[in-house]
């Protein structure tokens, strides 16, 4: 949804909590228009929003460390989030969701999608339903970030000592949300590595049904990102993918992961 007539610079008090019910909600919102919106402004609304995750993969702005920066390169091919995800669903404590700004665009693509988890949940059929009641799910991250990993071309995955990171949780497959209690789908395919108590290869056709429900086209949103533009996403209620259609041009974004909570069935 685009949420119109609000300055994110100045939102607060009353402004700042109907953003977040909507976010809630709908799982994601744009804002247009945002030409305010410095560094500065991005980490004030960010810590009047709540808490601040600071990314321990991504390059930070050297000034702004509450700042991740999102980055192709005009000679890099890969991009940082370029098949569905969740943010941070490997975490114990995944994020709450984020605060992305567009810095450098691209003359055209480099869009975002996102698919809404709570909707993904309810289409499912009756028998899906009951299949999947009690089960978790391990995620992690270090196939993606390892040596050799998906983003090796990036310049992501190691900390900011240069050490490798390894990560690990276990989560309900289905959770609910903490604020609206709606129930959504807390698997995805860039982090899920197996249901628990079964192999990867046993898992895989069971969360395949679960992503191909989640991915339907009337399930999905596209962002076509100007300059100005500010997402905010519930990163429990959604998934988002970053378009990868723009070989030989930049393309810089500004993420803030809000923290979360732990997450519960
Ligand atoms: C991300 O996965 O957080 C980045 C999304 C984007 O760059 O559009």
């Known amino acids: 949804m685009e949420i119109k007539d609000v300055k994110l610079a100045e939102a607060q008090g009353p402004v700042l909590d109907a953003i977040r019910q909507a976010i809630y909600e709908h799982g994601v919102a744009l804002f247009r228009g945002q030409d305010d919106f410095t560094p500065e402004a991005h980490i004030a609304f960010a810590r009047r929003w709540g808490g601040i995750d600071i990314n321990n993969y991504f390059p930070l ?76 799910a391990y995620h992690t991250a270090d196939h993606i970030y390892e040596e050799g990993g998906l983003y090796a071309q990036t310049d992501m995955g190691r900390d900011l000592r240069g050490q490798s990171i390894t990560t690990g949780a276990t989560h309900p497959v289905v959770i609910r949300h903490p604020q609206t209690g709606r129930k959504l789908l807390y698997v995805n395919s860039a982090f899920t590595i197996n249901i628990v108590g079964r192999s990867r290869e046993d898992s895989l056709p069971l969360l395949q049904r679960l992503y191909d429900a989640a991915t339907a086209a009337d399930n999905t949103c596209r962002v076509a990102w100007e300059p100005g533009s500010v997402a905010i996403w519930d990163n429990r209620t959604t998934w988002h993918l970053a378009m990868n259609d723009y070989q030989g041009h930049a393309r810089e974004m500004h993420r803030i992961t809000l923290t979360g909570e732990p997450l519960a069935a």
Do not use: C, F
Request: proline fraction near 7%; charged fraction near 20%; avoid cysteine.
């Open 61 to 136: 702005t050297a000034d702004h460390p509450e700042i991740a920066v999102v980055r192709k390169r005009a000679d890099q091919v890969t991009n940082i989030g370029g098949g569905w995800h969740t943010d941070h669903s490997y975490d114990q404590v995944p994020a709450m969701g984020s605060i992305l700004v567009a810095r450098t665009l691209p003359p055209s693509g480099g869009d975002t999608l996102w698919a809404h988890m709570g909707a993904a949940y309810d289409a499912l059929p009756d028998t899906l339903k009951q299949e999947i009641e009690g089960l978790e």
